[in-house]
């Protein structure tokens, strides 16, 4: 049972002193209020499996600030799951981050997951510093620790980020975010245990013994492998790939569907054998998958999370 009254960094040092895995799931704020009722639909059907935390994302550019603000404090209040809020560097002054940390504090969060986030521009193209604002999520992290007894998350990479010269310059900067004041991370998406086995190796070279959660997301379609691989910023396994296409020749989408989330599980099982610390379950606000993957690893009991149908990824 996760403790609501702990923080957050407590709880997760807890489970780790415990050999207990933690188990958290990523959202984004609605956009409508028919996006609001598939949001809350989710948000309490993972509500049932009491998990460490959940999470609510920014848009791109911070375009979703104020929908962030509002879809978390929503959650800290009317429900009995820890908020975890997103906040970015992106367009946003040292000034706004303060009143957005503020609203956040106000609504009872004191958790955050601190990024810089993606160029507005889009993959590709230049991050460009707010004239007021931060460059990048180290001095982030600084800021909100400044600001109150925030646990604070970042970002870990288990492939090289686009801007980094190679994958121990990531590691070596997540040690940096951990000096500074960060008490985990969790992983972009990735489809090979070894990447965060040799992540959190790198990170240890350097000092870092945060836990690191690995950050999963099933494909259930053929159509998601090319977006998938712009998110992981790695293209996926090509045996992956192959036992996807197997499924679709051999029963169409729903085969797929079933496959992908089999491979998630297999992937998920395979890094908490290895000592991955928990799992975080990217859900496009859409909970079905990830109860299946939550099912079939055992962590806890989906059965109270009421039946998948309504809501079917």
Same mark, same amino acid.
């Given at each position: ?64 600030? *104020? ?8 959650? $800290? ?8 809020? +997103? ?17 956040? =504090? ?7 997951? &601190? ?42 990479? #288990?492939?090289? +980020?686009?801007?980094?010269?190679? /994958? ?11 000096? /500074?004041?960060? $008490?985990? &991370? ?16 790198? &990170? ?9 959660? #690995? ?17 992981? @910023? ?17 029963? @169409?989408?729903? *085969? ?8 998630? /599980? ?7 054998? =290895?000592? &991955? #610390? ?17 099912? /079939?690893? @055992?962590?806890?009991? #989906?059965?109270?999370? @009421? ?7």
């Amino acid at each position: 049972m996760v403790t609501r009254g702990a923080p957050l960094r407590d709880v997760l040092a807890d489970l780790r002193a415990e050999g207990r895995p933690s188990l958290s799931f990523e959202f984004f704020p609605p956009r409508d209020d028919a996006g609001e009722a598939v949001l809350w639909e989710s948000l309490r059907r993972v509500e049932a499996l009491d998990p460490t935390f959940v999470s609510v994302t920014y848009g791109a550019g911070g375009s979703t600030r *104020e929908r962030t603000v509002r879809a978390t404090r929503e959650v $800290s209040r009317e429900t009995t799951m820890q908020p975890v809020a +997103h906040l970015t560097c992106v367009s946003a002054s040292r000034s706004e981050l303060r009143r957005v940390v503020g609203e956040y =504090a106000d609504a009872g969060v004191s958790s955050v997951l &601190a990024l810089r986030g993606d160029p507005p521009g889009g993959p590709g193209t230049a991050f460009e510093r707010h004239p007021g604002g931060l460059r990048n999520a180290l001095e982030l992290v600084e800021l909100v620790r400044s600001l109150g007894d925030f646990t604070v998350g970042v970002a870990a990479f #288990p492939t090289p +980020h686009p801007e980094s010269a190679d /994958a121990d310059q990531d590691a070596r900067v997540l040690a940096l975010k951990a000096r /500074a004041g960060a $008490s985990f &991370a969790v992983t972009q998406l990735f489809y090979e245990a070894r990447l965060w086995t040799e992540l959190v190796d790198r &990170a240890a070279g350097h000092g870092c013994d945060i836990p690191v959660l #690995p950050g999963l997301m099933a494909i259930t379609s053929l159509r998601q492998v090319a977006t998938f691989t712009k998110l992981a @910023g790695a293209p996926v396994p090509a045996r992956v790939v192959e036992r996807l296409e197997e499924a679709e020749r051999r029963g @169409g989408a729903a *085969e797929v569907r079933r496959t992908g989330v089999a491979l998630t /599980a297999e992937l998920g099982a395979e890094l908490l054998d =290895a000592g &991955a #610390p928990g799992l975080h379950l990217y859900t496009l606000n859409r909970s079905s998958a990830s109860l299946e993957i939550v099912r /079939a690893l @055992g962590l806890r009991d #989906p059965e109270h999370a @009421g039946a998948p149908a309504a809501v079917a990824s």
